[in-house]
């Protein structure tokens, strides 16, 4: 009988290069792991932060809210808005809640807790707010929308009328305003009339100023452009009582020192003040 002879040609690959090439694959495999968990996702590790922070307890935080914006341009980055978060109840004392301390048995009542204060902060925000709708309904103060400077600090909330080159909020060396920028006073009336907040009004001048009457320097037509300003709140419902207090500082605090001479630095400027107004004399609570 003959012999079957074995067929001639390729017989696949052989045993080991078909280990090699899973050896590869489980390495590439293996390194593409190995970077995407170096790659890590910022939005979920704040995620799980925060479960872990609440199943573990937490403590005072002070968080920043509140953009405060003109026409869309950011003028201050953030309000300050600081809130007292829940605490939990020290296991080791008493269940009696005593609110001003952080422990709550009598032997751990040591440490005063202090309280949040955030409502003169969402005052000023809703003010603002309001102040930014109420000029949104006025189409022509676009072009000086750049003009209105809104900024809160520690003394209230700071509203600035500010000159730009080229756009005067007044008329030149005059204590009267351009009817665009009465406009635009008049609409912050109904506004400010609301808060119960004390206004004070500073008027401020550019160094250098040259006017034909010596006798009327900086500080008479500073004066009068900020008691011009009170005048028509007034005209348009800010109570009389309201008005804290209504100075002229002519160029002595320019909004920008390195140059004293910039068109800017020639203002108004109307603070909400962070206070309440003082009671009446013979006022009984």
Known sequence: MAKKQKPQGGGGAPDWLVTFADLMSLLVCFFVLIISFSIQDKEKLQVVAGSMREAFGVKDTSRKTGIIEVEG????????????VEQEMDSDFSQVRHEQRRKQGPEANTHDTLEADIEKPRQFATAAASLR??????????EISSNI?????????NIMLVDQDGRSMFREGSKYPYETTRRLI???????????????ITGHTTAGRQSIDPSYTGWELSSERANVA????????VPDNQFYSVVGKADTEPLFPN?????ANRRIGILLKAEEPPLPAGHKL
């Open 133 to 142: 709708q109420a000029w949104q309904e006025m189409p022509e103060i676009t």
């Open 73 to 84: 341009i950011p003028i201050r980055d953030y309000m300050k808005d600081i809130s007292q």
């Open 186 to 200: 008049a609409k912050m009336a109904p506004v400010l009339s609301q808060m119960p907040n004390r206004i004070e």
């Open 259 to 263: 140059d004293p001479y910039l068109a």
């Open 149 to 157: 400077i809104l900024e809160e600090s520690e003394d209230g909330l």
């Open 230 to 237: 009170r005048q028509i709140l007034s005209e348009y419902g």
